[in-house]
Structures are given as structure tokens and as C-alpha cells.
Nanobody, 122 residues
């Protein structure tokens, strides 16, 4: 069964950090580009960051540049989203997704995780 499972979300204070994990099963992650998305209450889902399948190039939304980093451990079939200097506006449900293309930016993904809640609040 092709599946992605996110973990690592939680409640954190502004300025703190979190690292989300995205574990793949049923397929080999190194052949896929990985996207990270978030959806805040009452808002549309937005793409946050992504990493390409081939050269590991990263792309980030302007709102998270310099604060979010994407990485992948192909040997473990896991992708990560490292978030630092978190802000209340980073609150939302975070999803990882995978697609078998070179480019990673965009919304047309084939496999989606179930999401993990991130709440940034004092």
C-alpha cells in the first residue's frame, strides 16, 4: 500500500522550532519529489516547501524562506521539514506529498499524507 505518514507536530511557543517527519511506505521515496503543504483554519491549502527528486534542490514560499528547510533520507525513506523561528501564522495542518516528477513546486501531487497539526501560540 502506497502511503505517507507525517509526525512531529504539536503546540510550540513563537520563536521555537519543530521538525516534521514524513515516512513513505509502499514506494521508493528517492524517485519522487516531495512537497510540504499547510492549511490554516478557514484558508486554502498552500504549498510551503518542496525538494526535488534528482538534485535535492529546495524551494520555499516567501513566508518561510530562511526559516524552513526540507531534507530527505532516501535510505530510510523519510523526508523532513525543519521549522525554526516559528510564528503564530505558521499554525495549521501540515501535509507532505510525493510525485514522480523532476519539478517539485505546485499542487499536483499523487500521494498525500493525512496531516499533522502545528500550533504556534504563547
Amino acid at each position: 500500500q502506497v502511503q505517507l505518514v507525517e509526525s512531529g507536530g504539536g503546540l510550540v511557543q513563537p520563536g521555537r522550532s519543530l521538525k516534521l517527519s514524513c515516512v513513505a511506505s509502499g514506494f521508493t521515496l528517492d524517485e519522487y519529489s516531495i512537497g510540504w503543504f499547510r492549511q490554516a483554519p478557514g484558508k486554502d491549502r498552500e504549498v510551503v516547501s518542496c525538494i526535488t527528486s534528482s538534485d535535492g534542490g529546495q524551494y520555499h514560499a516567501d513566508s518561510v524562506k530562511g526559516r524552513f528547510t526540507v531534507s530527505r533520507d532516501n535510505a530510510k525513506n523519510i523526508a523532513y521539514l525543519q521549522m525554526i523561528s516559528l510564528k503564530p501564522e505558521d499554525t495549521g495542518v501540515y501535509y507532505c506529498a510525493a510525485r514522480r516528477t523532476y519539478e517539485c513546486w505546485g499542487y499536483e501531487y499523487d500521494v498525500w499524507g493525512q496531516g499533522t497539526q502545528v500550533t504556534v501560540s504563547s
